[in-house]
């Protein structure tokens, strides 16, 4: 089995700061890549930033000078600055992987993680 879980979320005033992190585990080969995504009610999940296996990274660009990604292998964290009230969402990690014996991508997503920004 493979998971993602995340950590880190939480409740934070606007112009803070907050770290989340997500480990991948399980019967993993590859990961092609790794990143976050953000989902509000009423609102599509939308892209927050991501990390290829090249090591190349894309953000949204709402978040772009504040937000920034790294990647260990199977580690993900999302090292969020300068909130606003408008980051205030559930961030869910996200994962294209090939599973351990497997031979497609698969795309594995965590729990997620409910950041509120608050002034």
């Known amino acids: 089995q493979v998971s993602l879980v995340e950590a880190g979320g939480g409740l934070v005033q606007v112009g803070g700061f907050l770290r989340l992190s997500c480990a991948a585990s399980g019967s993993i080969s590859s990961i092609q890549l790794m990143g976050w995504h953000r989902q509000v009610p009423g609102k599509q999940r939308e892209l927050v930033a991501q990390?290829?296996?090249?090591?190349k990274t894309n953000y949204a660009d709402s978040v772009k000078g504040r937000f920034t990604i790294t990647r260990d292998n199977n580690l993900v964290s999302l090292q969020m600055n300068s909130l606003k009230s408008e980051d205030t969402a559930v961030y869910y990690c996200?994962?294209?992987?090939?599973?351990?014996?497997?031979?497609?991508?698969?795309?594995?997503w965590g729990q997620g993680t409910q950041v509120t920004v608050s002034s």
């Open positions: 996200n994962a294209v992987l090939t599973p351990k014996y497997g031979t497609s991508y698969a795309n594995y």
């Open positions: 990390m290829f296996d090249d090591g």
